[in-house]
């Protein structure tokens, strides 16, 4: 714990130069030893218990800031500045900073990347660990901008951070006939002088948190002049900024620009054994990294709401998607709420519905367009001119718009000169499935379908009937399209981590059957031996048969023997040791005897042949091979 010793020294150091500065500056100070005792150990101890736990609403309690802390990395410069996505930029640990770095300091990183968390661990470890930097720092000091979100008041005041470090340390101006003679100007500059001398001879650490969540562009303009003044003048001391990457865009002599990195797997395997224990971390991380959504863990962010959730009901929820919805409303207003800020800006003011249609249909058309999830900055301006007048904003607004998503949300970034990308490809998948979801037709061309395997799969899982949803998607859609087998591939594999609720329908069983036959028979237009080589090494192999109970859970698989002959027209094997049948169905309607399982419509819809795994038919029926 930070020695009495230190603020008792502080506080006699203080009240010398105001009695010095006071004479010198022929300005009386209403000052004394009690009043900056009081001031300084109030604002330690606000820091001490600020930076002391980590809470949010999934929270069932409070977490100790040291007990959960995972060391971050950081670039040694801001992503935005590569030329192109191949460059690799050096990192270093956070904690090592104040070694590597003779400047001062600004840590720039995405919403929920670990900027607040890791001031709070650096006050803990100033206060509690006596080898943490102790030649440099006695203690912290912090400003949260948050808190200078209204007007200035007063002719007389030093600006922002100037004023709140003169009243900090518990000093008043006089308020004899003397001082009102005095001129604003000279009130100013003898508080900035005062201020400056009495920091730079603490030895302190000045933490200003939180640039990004200053509402005003003036108040903004002056704490740049300020930061200025300040790292020009402290030598001893040191000052530590932080703000979201998309808001501080400036060059100021004497500050060294970082920004924080994705969790690698290490550390996110760290960070689940710290909230989780040694078990339960274990599942948690074989979970998260089944589900599609893994790559949002490399935000501390989110990795943090998914193990306190975890840590209430013992599980990740089942459905993908109440993940996906719980991240976005997380980033797009959550966060914010919780922590009772405001973003003022054109995009801002939107609902959050509106938030959320506008971002769906970005992502949308960005896939369409880059079938990537990196893009340039005029593919993201094509994109934005194309949709602006739908959410009633205006054309010149695009550069604006734009920074406000990327500071506000984080859900694409700057990722070098003149390139964006999702920061999670997950994210970008289920917001062109929530576009497309709601559009009033189901898409039909052939090179948009094949370009979104993973989001139509999303689709029909978020459709408000994922059966019907499937039905028409394969029936209408797939069925008579020659796709490729990697594609569907992609489609079924996807639909089995979304796993969507197919109620009991017939037509879903057959059409689950219908897309399974459709990407053997693609293959097979190919030779013998290429389509046997590329069966053989398709994943689809040994997922199929999870992908046909997931659909049959609440269907008979006896309907394909209604429809379908009990001798086999052809058949091959696979590597995996089993049969691939090819099925010819019934002559007639009138030859299927059960037809309380099917209507004469759906035996019409069905193919005349169809290809089906030994593994599924055989599990009711033994076939016999026709002659």
Known sequence: ?????????????????????????????????????????????????????????????????????IPLNLFVFPRRIRINSTEKIKSQPLLDIFNNSKNHIAILGQPGAGKTTSMKFICQSIFFQEDFYPEQFNYPVLIKLREFNHPIR??????????????????????????????DEQIINFKRIFVLEIIEKLKILLIIEGFDELVFKKHRKIIIEELTQLVNYMETSKLVITSRTADYNYSIENISVF?????????????????????????????????PYNDTSIRPLTVAHLCAIYERIGKIPEKPKTVYKKIINLLLEEWDEQRGIIRNSKYSMFEIDRKFDFLSNLAYHLTIRNRSAIFSRDNLLNVYNDIFIDFDLKKDESKAVINDIESHTGLFIQAGYEFYEFAHKSLQEYLSAEYIVKLPYILTQKRLIQRIPNELAITVTISSNPSLYFVELIDKVFYKMDLAPEFINKFINRLLLEKPDFNKNDKVALSALKLYSKYMSIINDSNTQIQLSLFKSDYLVKEYEKFIDS???????????????????????????????????????????????????????????LYCRSTFSNSFIVYTIEP
């Open 551 to 609: 659909i049959f859970k609440r269907n008979s698989k006896e309907i394909i023997k209604v429809i379908y002959k009990e001798k086999v027209k052809d058949y091959f094997e696979t590597l995996d040791d089993t049969s691939v049948y090819l099925l010819e169905k019934k002559e007639v309607f009138s030859d299927c005897t059960s037809k309380k399982f099917i209507s004469e419509e759906l035996y019409k819809e069905m193919p005349k042949l």
């Open 154 to 183: 007063g002719k007389k005041t030093a600006g922002i951070l100037y004023e709140y470090l003169f009243n900090l340390f518990g000093l008043k101006l006089s308020t004899s006939v003397s001082f009102s003679q005095l001129t």
């Open 1 to 69: 714990m930070i020695k009495e010793t230190i603020i008792k020294e502080s506080i006699s150091l203080i009240f010398a130069i105001a009695s010095n500065a006071g004479k010198k500056a022929q300005i009386n100070l209403d000052v004394n030893q009690k009043d900056i005792e009081e001031a300084l150990n109030h604002h330690i101890r606000i820091v001490k218990n600020w930076s002391n736990e980590i809470t949010f609403k999934d929270l069932s309690s409070s977490k100790q800031t040291t007990s959960i802390y």
């Open 259 to 291: 920004e924080i990195c994705p969790l690698n797997q290490n550390q996110i395997d760290s960070f689940a054994l710290k909230w989780l224990g040694k078990y339960n971390s274990k599942k948690f991380l074989q979970e998260i990294k089944k589900s």
